[in-house]
């Protein structure tokens, strides 16, 4: 009897919910056929060449170095210059004693000197006999052409041993180690008494500070953008309150394959040589594209982890494009891809937007 009361008992639990469900306010739904459009802002893409301005990194040279060796080999005999010196074009910096190469110099010039007396005597005897064998009978054609031949002989002997002294001459000069441009001695590694020429010791190190290389590593996506009327706007840490100037001198033309970067030199005067070699530089380049491209507003930019997109326009529906990102500047960036100028675009991307969804333009 219990059993069935309680059977009775939750029935009428059971209608007492249902009715109570059927008195609630019934969920409003969008009819079929009908959505909802937002509204949107949108711009025009526009086509134009792009002005922008970087700051790089860039490192002072000088504007010519060189590191002098020794080209025979020999003791320093006598250094004239140091580390900072001042040096001229053809000024002597040092000398060297060379034994084997004096000897061999005073050789060739005394076998000179025999050669030479040899050719006057040959050459004398020579044409004493060709003016005596105007006189018929006087000399025999033999004779003649044996004096012709001793004359000729010590010709060639004569100038093969010109050439021998000349090349001694040249070597006896290597003993004297000139600059071959004006600048200053940054290095001098050997002492008086060292053995050089055998040996991959150099004698100096000399550099040109009067006027400096600026060279700039321009990143291969604006090397097409640098002009050659660009002026480099600097400078470096040891006079950050000062701000130099260089105008474009030179490229490298092609791209340096380890860097993939275009290696553009600015050369810089410095006459008082407040600039130092081997400083670092911050330059202000200004950049300008050789050819218009189609930019849009940094904010219509779509970005996700695959791709990046705009919301284009068409007919009141949104048309989602893939493009690749270029250059930004003045909120506008560039953009590669099926956009052109004069499209409509949204504003204000978002990832809610999707393929084919209605909107409404704002006025």
């Not at 953009?335 to 704002?362: F, H, N, R, Y």
Request: with cysteine; charged share 25%.
């Amino acid at each position: 009897m219990k059993t069935i009361h309680n059977s009775i008992l939750a029935v009428f639990t059971v209608l007492a919910v249902s009715c109570n469900t059927d008195k609630q306010d019934p969920v409003t739904k969008a009819s079929p056929g009908k959505e909802n459009v937002i509204s949107l802002s949108t711009i025009k893409a526009k086509k134009d060449t792009v002005s922008y301005t970087l700051s790089l990194p860039g490192e002072l040279y000088p504007y010519e170095s060189v590191t002098l060796y020794a080209k025979i080999e020999g003791f320093v005999d006598k250094l004239y210059v140091d580390r900072g010196s001042q040096v001229k074009k053809d000024q002597l910096l040092a000398t060297l004693d060379a034994p084997e190469i004096a000897q061999h110099y005073l050789a060739a010039r005394a076998k000179q000197r025999e050669v030479f007396q040899k050719l006057n005597f040959s050459e004398a005897n020579y044409r004493r006999m060709l003016d005596a064998s105007r006189v018929e009978g006087a000399v025999s054609t033999l004779e003649l052409e044996q004096a012709n031949t001793r004359f000729l002989g010590d010709s060639a002997a004569h100038n093969a041993i010109q050439a021998e002294m000349e090349a001694a001459e040249e070597l006896q000069n290597y003993t004297r180690v000139k600059a071959p441009f004006s600048g200053v001695i940054t290095r001098r590694p050997v002492s008086p008494g060292t053995l050089v020429g055998n040996t991959e010791e150099p004698l100096f190190d000399l550099a040109r500070q009067n006027k400096l290389r600026l060279v700039v590593a321009i990143p291969e996506k604006h090397a097409q953008a640098i002009q050659d009327s660009v002026t480099a706007v600097f400078t470096v840490n040891s006079l950050k309150n000062r701000t130099f100037r260089a105008g474009f001198s030179r490229s490298s033309v092609a791209l340096d394959p380890q860097l993939r970067s275009l290696m553009v030199e600015f050369d810089v005067d410095n006459p008082g040589q407040v600039l130092k070699a081997g400083s670092y530089a911050r330059v202000q380049l200004n950049f300008r594209r050789s050819t218009p491209s189609v930019r849009v507003l940094q904010s219509s930019i779509i970005r996700t982890k695959s791709e990046n997109y705009v919301a284009r326009v068409i007919e009141n529906k949104i048309n989602l494009v893939p493009v690749d990102i270029g250059l930004g500047s003045g909120g506008w960036t560039e953009i590669s891809g099926a956009i052109e100028a004069g499209d409509i675009i949204v504003k204000q991307g978002s990832t809610s937007l999707t393929e084919g969804m209605p909107v409404q333009l704002k006025d």
